[in-house]
């Protein structure tokens, strides 16, 4: 929603960066309070050293737009749109839920969101868009979820609370682009987080094991002749 609406003009860069950098800053404020900064003393990493990587990955992202702008030149639009949504599906399969799967890689599921990302971003009027499109997809690929996974390990009900209301924020903006898009994605949040384990929960009651004669049959006469 955030592309098309710098790719529209109606979203300036600058007011993204703005509200992504405030939004950031009450973020990183808020992961240290939920636990007091016992997480901060316990990794040993200080403010100062988390503001030297910010300024080293802003310059480096900055510096590099505009070789992210002309990154994709050579391939066509369609194919740009359909590599995107192919990368961001592979980020929903492969994020790591907090289910024990093989399946779960959040290093992969991370490279392909920044992929698709750098892919949406190459086709951007200007190299300041794609700097700033970059720079919000780290937070929220990257970001986000760090604050979402210590706000539901301490604070349930505040993870619930911040998880709807970016569902929300996400179906509204969703919504001034494409209404039939906005009620497949109410429908999908529906389907999900309700339908799915409503039913899950109403089959467990059908679960029942069954007894008889049919069951596995034991090999009880000495075999061992058919192996000479």
């Known amino acids: 929603v955030a592309w098309w609406y710098m790719d529209a003009g ?7 960066f703005g509200a992504a950098l405030v939004s950031s800053l009450l973020g990183y404020v808020l992961f240290d309070a939920v636990d007091g900064g016992a997480g901060r003393r316990q990794s040993g990493r200080t403010r100062w050293a988390d503001l030297k ?12 737009s505009p070789v992210l702008k002309t990154l994709t030149e050579s391939i066509s ?11 961001l599906l592979g980020h929903l399969i492969f994020f790591d839920y907090g289910a ?16 698709a990302s750098v892919c949406l971003a190459s086709r951007l009027p200007r190299s300041l868009h794609a700097f700033v499109m970059v720079t919000f997809a780290m937070q929220i690929f990257a970001l986000w979820p760090m604050l979402q996974k210590k706000l539901k390990a301490l604070t349930p009900r505040c993870y619930v609370g911040v998880t ?8 509204v903006g969703l919504a001034s682009v494409s209404s039939v898009g906005a009620v497949l994605f109410a429908s999908l949040l529906l389907a999900v987080s309700c339908l799915c384990p409503y039913c899950l929960i109403r ?16 090999i009880k006469e000495d075999l061992s002749r058919f192996l000479m």
């Open 100 to 115: 024990n799967a093989a399946i779960v890689s959040s290093t992969l599921s991370l490279n392909m969101a920044i992929f």
């Open 164 to 171: 709807v209301l970016f569902a929300l924020v996400a179906l």
């Open 77 to 87: 639009t369609d194919t740009i749109y359909a590599m995107s949504a192919l990368m």
């Open 10 to 16: 109606v979203l300036s860069p600058q007011g993204l």
């Open 203 to 218: 089959l467990q009651q059908l679960k029942d094991n069954i007894h008889g004669p049919w069951d596995e049959a034991e």
């Open 53 to 64: 990587s910010t300024l080293v990955f802003g310059a480096f992202t900055y510096g590099f």
